[in-house]
């Protein structure tokens, strides 16, 4: 069985930091745009950030840029998220998500944000507090 395994996530304080996994198993990750988009209530979905399938280029979410970074591990087909600085803003659901698809640009994170994904990981909550 194809999937996507989350783990990680929790509760901290203003300003910590949280290391979230996201392990494939049943297909191979390195051909896949692989990211993480998040939920909050009340808000829209959002892209958080993702690599490029096709030339590892990344792209973020205005929000997270120098706070997150995403990092892979082709050897074990796993995709870590890591988030520094976290504020309350960043509370939300967080799910990993990759899709087969050969395009560069930011519209990657626009795609994992309206559920365009070939798996999705079953999510993780995160929750700052002020």
């Known amino acids: 069985q194809s999937q996507l395994v989350e783990s990680g996530g929790g509760s901290v304080q203003n300003g910590g930091s949280l290391r979230l996994s996201c392990a494939a198993s049943g297909f191979i990750l390195d051909s896949y745009a692989v990211g993480w988009f998040r939920q909050a209530p009340g808000k829209e979905r959002e892209g958080v950030l993702c690599?490029?399938?096709?030339?590892?280029?990344?792209y973020y979410t205005r929000s997270v840029k120098g706070r997150f970074t995403i990092s892979r591990d082709n050897a074990s087909h796993t995709v870590y998220l890591q988030m520094n600085t976290l504020n309350p803003e960043d509370t939300a659901v967080y799910y990993c998500?990759?899709?087969?698809?050969?395009?560069?640009?930011?519209?990657?994170?626009?795609?994992?944000?309206?559920?365009?994904?070939?798996?999705r990981g079953q999510g993780t909550q995160v929750t700052v507090s002020s």
């Open positions: 690599f490029s399938g096709s030339d590892g280029s990344t």
């Open positions: 998500a990759a899709v087969l698809d050969p395009r560069n640009s930011v519209q990657l994170l626009h795609m994992l944000a309206t559920l365009k994904y070939d798996f």
